[in-house]
């Protein structure tokens, strides 16, 4: 007895799920840069059918994120260097913007809590030399920059790029020097947006973030160079 076909919907919804579900696999670096794998094995290990991961994979080979190579297997693709100084380009300029208008606001201590809470939280997670909760503290810092800013347009675009930057950062995580410069910045940059200076507050974090994405690209090249 034939079965009756499924409905486009579902397949769509199930390849949906698996594009988002492997994505957020790449980003958080669980399929590392270099990984490389069989369809069968991530359907059976996301519990689907091969035809809805396989449609997934021919989205994050469009986004360049992997690369499908015969017989089925597929390579997570390294992070190129130069696309990540593009990536930071446009993060410096946007979240610059973000905290100048953050700063104009003047916010008042409970207007301004969340960021403090992210400072601290930064600061307790190095504390415990702790780099994952602390890489967690710094990207919700970044992400209450762009939230708080009050221009909800300018913040789509810098969230966009959030991905991107997470999974630069957790490849690199690391390899970085202790990043208590980064925390001291963060703290000098969340006084000034308080104090309502908007110049400082530009300025402390567009050197904090020029600073970040020369360090994320060198450490990227290095890796890409030992690991292919």
């Not at 946007?94 to 905290?99: I, L, N």
């Not at 963060?186 to 904090?208: K, N, P």
């Amino acid at each position: 007895m034939l079965r009756p076909e499924t409905p486009p919907r579902t397949r769509e919804s199930l390849a949906e799920r698996a594009y988002r579900s492997l994505r957020e696999q790449i980003f958080s670096n669980e399929l590392p840069p270099g990984y490389r794998g069989l369809e069968e094995e991530l359907a059976v290990r996301m519990k689907m059918s091969r035809t809805p991961v396989h449609e997934a994979l021919v989205r994050l080979q469009f986004d360049g994120l992997v690369q499908i190579q015969p017989r089925h297997g597929i390579l997570v693709l390294p992070i190129a260097p130069e696309d990540m100084r593009q990536i930071y380009e446009v993060v410096t300029a946007v979240e610059t913007a973000a905290v100048e208008l953050l700063a104009r606001q003047h916010p008042s201590p409970e207007q301004a809590a969340p960021l403090l809470e992210a400072v601290e939280a930064m600061d307790t997670a190095l504390a415990a030399e702790n780099r994952l909760a602390w890489a967690e503290a710094d990207d919700r810092f970044h992400r209450l920059l762009l939230e708080l800013c009050g221009n909800r347009r300018l913040a789509a675009i810098g969230l966009a790029q959030r991905d991107q930057v997470r999974r630069a950062r957790n490849v690199t995580l690391s390899g970085r020097a202790t990043p208590h410069a980064s925390n001291a910045a963060h703290r000098a940059t969340y006084e000034a947006i308080r104090a309502g200076d908007a110049v400082r507050a530009r300025e402390l974090h567009r050197a904090q973030r020029e600073g970040v994405s020369d360090q994320l690209t060198r450490l990227l090249q290095q890796n890409l160079v030992s690991r292919f």
